[in-house]
């Protein structure tokens, strides 16, 4: 955690984080294809809390929209929506169509399988997490993350209001 800010409607979060993805030559799409071509390097991370949702912003390539509905105190509804962006390839626009719709259909969808597995993660420990609150809710919880922090107070304050 590089940075923190907060007011009353929003937490942003600033990090600096570790990717394997690169997007900046036409040949990045092969890093999907070859893992061995994977190599890890810094990029910021922005994440950000705004009621009741979260954006997370990796570098300028990968953005993901988690889409939170709250249904009681208890339980919540989340849709995430991942987005990659081409915008490294600024001539992508110039090559024919059949080749940029190809493209399109080839990595529609690539990045599923790593997203299902990280989602299936926060799932895990979000519902360990709602359990042993319940079992015990007045039992303090220790984070390191001063952002989880201060969005577990914010929404708390939402609640409230």
Sequence with gaps: LIDLSENDHRVDAYYQAQSYYKIDKIWSISQLLFPALLQLHPEPLNVS???????????????????????????????????????????????????????KKSLFGSAQKLLDGLVQQD????????????????????????ALVSTQRLIRKQAKR
């Design 123 to 146: 799932v895990e420990m979000i519902e360990e997490e709602q359990q042993a609150y319940l079992k015990n809710p007045q039992r303090r919880n220790y984070e390191l993350n001063s």
């Design 49 to 103: 809390y705004i009621y009741p949702n979260w954006v997370s912003n990796l570098g300028k390539d990968f953005k993901i929209y988690c889409l939170l509905c709250p249904i009681n105190e208890i339980e919540t509804q989340a849709y995430l929506i991942h987005f990659t962006s081409l915008h490294a390839f600024w001539r992508l626009h110039k090559l024919p169509e059949w080749f940029r719709r190809f493209v």
